[in-house]
Nanobody, 121 residues
Framework: QVRLVESGGGLVQAGGSLRLSCAAS????????MRWYRQAPGKQRDLVAA???????DYADSVKGRFTISRDNAKKTVYLQMNSLKPEDTAVYYC???????????????WGQGTLVTVSS
């Protein structure tokens, strides 16, 4: 009923930039926190950045100063601007959101399908 679709991944050289987008669709009354996670091959999925409904942000230490998370509530979309990319940023990036489908429903945690970011050295 609620779907998240990521886009913007791809291959980039070290030092380059990419902008990821994640659009929510379906039955949505409101969206709370929106987050980006990443999972490198053979590693666990880690939180990269998060933004609350009021716009407060938080970042993993490894991306502070290089990545910026933002959201457009009217478009139900969260973005991740990634600058000064490093080979160690290579991973599948997943969007994660807290969604309230209706005014009297339970909060749902929804995941996107992931988008691959590859940074070459």
């Amino acid at each position: 009923q609620v779907r998240l679709v990521e886009s913007g991944g791809g291959l980039v050289q070290a030092g380059g930039s990419l902008r990821l987008s994640c659009a929510a669709s379906g039955r949505i009354f409101s969206i709370g926190a929106m987050r980006w996670y990443r999972q490198a091959p053979g590693k666990q999925r880690d939180l990269v950045a998060a933004i609350t409904s009021s716009g407060s942000t938080d970042y993993a230490d490894s991306v502070k100063g290089r990545f910026t998370i933002s959201r457009d509530n009217a478009k139900k979309t969260v973005y991740l601007q990634m600058n000064s990319l490093k080979p160690e940023d290579t991973a599948v990036y997943y969007c994660n959101c807290d969604v309230l489908p209706g005014i009297s429903t339970k909060l749902l945690e929804v995941w996107g399908q992931g988008t691959l970011v590859t940074v070459s050295s």
